[in-house]
């Protein structure tokens, strides 16, 4: 999984870290390209979709940083933002989402609710969506401000530079759990 | 405002309909007796001077430790005659069961569906019953007092998270 890779060191000291010069270039040139131009799936649930509107729109606008495009499939995204609560109900849905993209894909989780199950501490709301499906960056607020929105966005820019890109991955693919 | 609401009542069904008052913010309120719920509300609906065409809210109160445990509550309106009034039925615990009233209201269906929902309290008579907000897998009806305030039921096994000391309130009140 794109989110739980590990950071590329700048020193590897085992030989099976180390990259050649031109492994890092094309890493460097491809987490480039994915960080500026993520396909967000607004997974909006709740009222920080009120926000995330507002960081799409024209002020603060999402198109600077190249996240400008949602794409309503989950096949065609690779960066599903999770706004809003989410109930024990719907954890299965946004699990089946979360595996119906494809690799690289990254989550962010907005709000309080996403990230922590907000101030629903109770027997319907998941306790931040961590426990359904890997997450790498957590927006706190309720709802954030566009700029606390535009932070974390930047945030996970440079989380995804940092990552090592290839451009054949013969990683193994995970185990997906068996359907029923 | 509608003392005269609650008078007819009482004239129509003398035994059913006790301990008439006003409560908070001018609503009149009074007691009716479970098992004529149903014909106490079509009659409601049906008098020409009363005429309470909708209901704009049923639902339910757990009054745990005392005997009769549940009480259903019924909102009711006229948008003809603009007056209010409220029904309480008074609901024990061994026999929770109310005759229906979506043969009056058709809308009063999904908050007989709620009151099942969260409460636990039977509607003989109703078309759908299923719960409305917590799904099918799901055993027990949360808003009773007696069951725990954080009593997860998850649908899908919830990965480790290292951090689980989650919200205000002590850890083991559940």
Redesign the interface.
């Known amino acids: 999984m794109a989110s739980e890779l590990d950071v590329v060191p700048g020193i590897a000291t085992r030989r099976e870290e180390a990259q050649s010069f031109f492994e890092k270039v094309v890493s460097n040139g491809l987490g480039w390209a994915r960080k500026y131009s993520l396909f967000q799936y607004p997974f909006v649930t709740a009222c920080c979709g009120m926000e995330f509107m507002s960081v799409a729109a024209s002020r603060y606008d999402l198109d600077r940083f190249g996240a400008a495009l949602p794409r309503f499939s989950p096949r065609q995204a690779d960066l599903l933002m999770v706004v809003g609560t989410v109930n ?2 719907q ?2 849905i946004l ?1 089946r989402i979360y595996e119906q993209m494809a690799d690289p894909k990254w989550v962010i989780a907005f709000g309080v609710c996403a990230s ?2 907000g ?1 629903y ?8 969506i ?3 499906v ?1 997450v790498d960056v957590y927006i706190a607020g309720c709802p954030p401000r566009p700029e606390q929105v535009l932070e974390g966005i930047i945030l996970l820019q440079k989380k995804i530079q940092s990552q090592p890109h290839k451009l054949i991955d013969r990683r193994p693919l995970p185990l997906f759990p068996e359907p029923g | 405002m509608s003392k005269a609401v609650i008078a007819a009542l009482q004239q129509r069904f003398p035994g059913d309909v006790a301990d008439a008052y006003e409560g908070v913010g001018g609503d009149d309120v009074a007691f009716v007796s479970k098992a004529r719920i149903a014909e106490v509300c079509r009659f409601l609906k049906e008098d020409p001077a009363l005429r309470f065409d909708m209901a704009p809210y049923i639902t339910a109160v757990d009054y745990l430790g005392v005997e009769p445990r549940f009480e259903v509550v019924y909102q009711l309106y006229s948008t003809i005659h603009n007056h209010r009034a409220r029904l309480r039925v008074k609901v024990p615990s061994g026999d929770a069961s109310v005759p229906t009233v979506t043969g009056v209201w058709r809308g009063a269906d999904w908050f007989e569906r709620y009151c099942w929902d969260m409460y636990g309290i039977e509607f003989p008579g109703h078309p759908d019953m299923r719960r409305l ?3 099918d897998e799901f055993v027990g009806h ?1 808003l009773r007092k007696d ?10 096994p ?2 480790e ?1 290292p951090d689980l000391y ?4 002590p850890v083991d009140r559940d």
């Open positions: 024990c109900k954890a299965p699990r922590s199950g101030f501490d109770n027997y319907a709301t998941v306790q931040g961590d426990r359904v890997p | 907000f917590m799904y949360p069951y725990p305030l954080r009593g997860r039921q998850p649908l899908v919830e990965r998270v989650r919200g205000p309130g």
